[in-house]
């Protein structure tokens, strides 16, 4: 059942609490592996399930265009105190609405349209918002983009600079979302540095790992970080931007009111409950646990014959690239989607197959390790995986059918934050 319990939603509107208690048995059972996703606390639920929903608050705390902050300002100046504290930043914004409004400030703040940006290929493991020509990054500003190099999946800093050199972009944009290794950030501000660019780290992937001291933080060389609050970091479905201090004002402006109207501020309440807990010393045990178990996750992968981009992983993500296994990505995301295990197709570098039926797919360890699984259990979910790319290639659905209850079974002893039996 849902934790905290949807006593009055049942009443009201029972079509749609049975909606979201069939999702909480969904999440409970199974083995949930998008990169991307996590459980948030119960605690974090909580603050975001408020009356804080019925406030208007445009501004930041003592300048509002509204009345009656009292209690809001002191929640938003809280979630910012412990951003700039947990990151060491100077400046926090909490209230881009998500990943792409903060990025999407980022342009606003100091970009004119038709300027050039330059950022990591979406088929190299990017994201829409980084210049992507179907998004409004790439049609309304002039995107060049750095890859990783094909015969060691990696950025080759070199290549970086060379490009840079010859483009003079204005912004140049390091982190993305399908990333397996740690990302340069000292060269990256090198880089930017000499060619007069200002450089934007998206960590959105890695936050909770940067928390938790398990990945190089880029505050002290971006100019300007931005982030969601959902994904390794555990909190509400939002985002951040931290900046110099010179850069502030550029981007509290663009954020509102250049882009968003009124915050949401039980998703701020929400991000400053996460922020709480991810300055605890448990988190950071969380975020190396993140790692060691994505380790050992590749390492029982390519022991079954896995190709993996980049050889492997240093944070929570892994891309496999499944073209010596005589199936797309799609197919075997929907077979291990049915075999209980929840990730999602992917690109790979130079893939040749079409970004709706790739060639990878994309796991990681965010949530599974919030669960509370380990390395020890990493073989046996490498053993699921290989079973089940097995049965689909034979069209096994009975053999599907088996794994998820063994996928089951194994989380039926692995609590979960929002659902209690
Ligand atoms: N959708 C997110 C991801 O899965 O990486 C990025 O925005």
Redesign the pocket.
Known sequence: MHEPKLTHLATEDPAIAELIEAETTRQFEKLRM???ENYTSTAVMEACGTVLNNKYSEGYAGKRYYEGQQFIDPIESLAVERAKALFGTEHANVQPYS?SPANLAIYLAFLQPGDKVMSMALAHGG?LTHGSPVSVTGKWFKPVHYGVEAETGRVDMDKVRELALAERPKLIIAGG?AIPRTIDFPAFAAIAREVGAILMADI??IAGLIAGGAHPSPVGFADVVTT?THKTLRGPRGAMIMAKPEHATAVDKAVFPGLQGGPHNHTTAGIAVALHEASQPAFKEYAHQIVANAQALAAALTERGFNLVSGGTDNHLILIDLSNKEIGGKPAAKALDAAGIEL?FNGVPFDTRRPLDPSGIRLGTPALTTRGLTEAQMPQVAQWMDETIAAAVKDDTAGLERIAGEVRDLLAAYPMPGFVA
């Open positions: 998008i990169a991307s990943g994201h979302t959105a992937h969601t999602n």
